[in-house]
């Protein structure tokens, strides 16, 4: 699939020293360096309808920050994204509307990569589709079933979670929220037949009026985990690179906390039982964006959308600071004034970068970069900027405009 455009990154400052990038991990809850030389990340990408909304937005903004603070230190990254673009609500949207649900798809990713672009996100190395990625897709069914951990129902095909070392045991949840969670997104934990009620499906026999594709196991389609395993490692694996040996196949997972589980719990699981080793070696999520006290989601509707504030005369700069101006792991209630906000601290910080004489601007710099390493502390790097513009205001003399407005450019993606 075709990605959006390249963004210009202005050169780092090669002097500069980068503190490592330290990140919480979902999991385990502890703070972790991204270590690795060559950065190997996969975030899950969209189903393509209703695109892109805030919190989509939110989610690819926060490993934006991630992936420009990695090049930025002089390391390779090596960056896929995924569209689910055969899905059941896909499929339930586009016949509620009365439309092909590939013309549905299309039109949703055109919209998508215009957002992107807007946002100015670094675009993936790797943007696939499930449809144009299917021969890699059974390709990894193949790996999965030749374990033997998988059996078949009816001609569905579900991975065997008890043949799998720590499926069960290290559920990120307890079993009862687990099996709650599973069924409201997705999974089928009441089916008669299946071994253990959580045991994910992995490929899909053929039901009438749907979409389906041959296999060696018959027609049909994949389960959802199982799609972002074949894209990941097709794409990912042998990327991670650090000193010492890496015991998992990618870098880093990441996606909205709504992921969290089963999603990305059953796509390591699914991940290990092929290739007998971890799957990412961080798992990062991001809060969920709530407008008006409830969570934004297509199933309320009640979703603030991005190009709508483009149509309102929102810049894609102005969207992207107030949505990066905050902790990412915290759910986030939206409100209108947070781009008031954006909107006059840009201007404060504009004016300000345009005087004849500016404050000293190596101390902020360096201020932007320890905050962002610190597990991307944008408020406290942008809380460092207003620091400076005050003193600006003041009359400080003896920094560089031009110093600074990079600096903002490459860690923070906001241009002036
Ligand atoms: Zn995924």
């Not at 090049?71 to 059941?88: C, F, K, M, V, W």
């Not at 026999?205 to 018959?218: A, D, H, L, T, Y």
Request: proline content about 5%; aromatic content about 8%; overall charge negative.
């Amino acid at each position: 699939m075709r990605s959006w455009p390249s963004v210009y990154l202005p050169p780092s400052d090669n002097s500069a020293e980068h503190p490592p990038l330290r990140l919480t991990d979902s999991y385990s809850s502890k703070k972790e360096e991204l270590e690795d030389f060559a950065v190997a990340s996969y975030v899950c990408g969209i189903t393509p309808y209703d695109a892109t909304h805030l919190g989509h937005a939110a989610t690819y903004l926060t490993f934006d920050l991630i992936h420009r603070f990695v090049i930025a230190s002089g390391r390779t990254l090596h960056y896929t994204q995924n569209i689910t673009d055969i899905d059941e609500p896909l499929l339930e949207r586009a016949k509620r509307d009365n439309q092909n649900w590939e013309d549905l798809a299309t039109s949703q990713i055109d919209l998508f990569r215009e957002d992107m672009t807007e946002l100015r996100i670094l675009p993936p190395n790797n943007y696939l589709g499930v449809v144009e990625s299917m021969s890699t897709v059974i390709k990894y069914i193949k790996a999965l079933i030749a374990t033997g951990k998988t059996y078949d129902l009816q001609g569905d095909i579900y991975l065997d979670l008890s043949k799998v070392q720590g499926a069960l045991e290290n559920l990120p949840v307890a079993i009862n929220e687990a099996l709650n969670i599973f069924a409201a997104r997705g999974g089928d934990p009441g089916r008669a037949g299946k071994r253990h009620p959580l045991d994910t499906l992995i490929w899909s026999v053929e039901r009438p009026g749907e979409p389906s594709w041959q296999s060696p196991f018959g027609t049909g389609r994949p389960g959802w985990h199982i799609e972002c395993v074949a894209i990941a490692l097709e794409t990912l694996t042998g990327q991670p690179s650090s000193e010492k040996e890496s015991s998992a196949s990618i870098s880093l997972q990441g996606g909205g906390s709504d992921l969290r589980f089963p999603h990305h719990y059953m796509t390591s699981v699914q991940a290990r039982a092929i290739t007998n080793r971890s799957f990412a070696k961080t798992y990062l999520h991001t809060g969920m964006i709530a407008w008006q006290g409830e969570k934004m989601s297509k199933s309320l509707g009640n979703l603030v959308f991005v190009s709508k504030l483009r149509e309102a005369g929102w810049s894609g700069n102005e969207i992207r600071f107030a949505l990066i101006n905050r902790d990412y792991r915290v759910d986030l209630n939206w409100e209108m004034r947070m781009l008031e906000e954006a909107r006059a601290n840009l201007h404060r910080i504009n004016s300000a970068l345009s005087r004849e004489e500016v404050a000293p601007t190596r101390y902020v710099v360096s201020k932007i970069r320890d905050s962002i390493s610190n597990d991307l502390n944008v408020e406290g790097a942008i809380a460092s900027v207003l620091d400076w513009c005050s003193e600006t205001e003041l009359g400080a003399k003896g920094g560089s405009a031009g110093e600074l407005s990079r600096a903002l450019d490459l860690y923070l993606g906001i241009t002036l």
